[in-house]
């Protein structure tokens, strides 16, 4: 099994629609989570960043941590075309760790 | 937000070249900077973690020899790929950890590809 697992995908939903991105994990030490989007030929850009459980927002994007069930997910509100891309998970233990990254889901939003 | 400049974006070369892989930190120090390889459709997969006036720490299975790694300023890690082949053609990316907040940032990758 390996550390992080993340369904690859793709996912295609109507603009306007609530996504939903999720990835499970094993290690029980992770404490930080890093949700990255990846456009292609271009490199992950960081989205959210979150430590332990708990849910962080910011403009469309939520991102929600439970440590309990080893689960964390991306919500993305009235998806937009624009949205269209690679959305990575990454954990770490802790801030000098080097993360562990998910495959990516690839996301496809279709106006 | 952080920036990750890396350069060149695109290396097309003859089998036997060396190529050199520039990655900048614009506004913030980074005493570590990564290096990964991407394949299609695949996650990262990290070469080697690079520390600011040291050498760097290679993953398994990754030839040291191969893949050169300096990492001489706060703001600039290089990458040398050394006498290439077809098989080393892939996409470089490179980050650098915000020393910080300890965030990762990337910078837009290298497409390497050897004739």
């Known amino acids: 099994q390996k550390e992080v697992e993340q369904d690859p995908g793709p996912l295609s939903v109507p603009e306007g629609a609530i996504v939903s991105l999720n990835c499970t994990y094993s290690?029980?030490?992770?404490?930080?989570f890093m949700w990255y989007r990846q456009y292609s030929r271009k490199g992950p850009e960081l989205l959210m960043y979150?430590?332990?459980?708990g849910n962080k927002e910011d403009g469309r994007f939520t991102a929600q941590v439970d440590k309990s069930s080893k689960y964390i997910s991306l919500f993305i509100r009235d998806s937009q075309p624009s949205d269209s891309a690679t959305y990575l998970c990454?954990?770490?233990?802790?801030?000098?760790?080097?993360?562990?990254f998910g495959r990516g889901t690839s996301l496809i939003v279709h106006p | 937000g952080a920036v990750v400049s890396q350069h060149p974006s695109r290396v097309i070369c003859k089998s036997g070249t060396s190529v050199k892989i520039e990655c900048r930190s614009l506004?913030?120090?980074?005493?570590?900077m990564f290096w990964y390889r991407q394949f299609p459709k695949q996650s990262l997969m990290l070469m080697a973690t690079?520390?600011?006036?040291?050498?760097?720490?290679?993953e398994q299975g990754v030839e040291k020899d191969k893949f050169l790694i300096n990492h001489a300023s706060l703001t600039l890690s290089t990458l040398t790929v050394t006498s290439a082949h077809p098989e080393d053609s892939s996409f470089y990316i490179c980050?650098?950890?915000?020393?910080?907040?300890?965030?990762?940032?990337f910078g837009d990758g290298t497409r390497l590809s050897i004739l």
């Open positions: 980050s650098a950890r915000d020393s910080t907040d300890g965030t990762q940032h």
């Open positions: 290690n029980s030490a992770f404490q930080y």
């Open positions: 979150t430590y332990s459980s």
């Open positions: 990454a954990m770490s233990a802790g801030g000098s760790y080097i993360p562990t």
């Open positions: 506004d913030f120090q980074a005493t570590t």
């Open positions: 690079s520390n600011e006036g040291s050498k760097a720490t290679y």
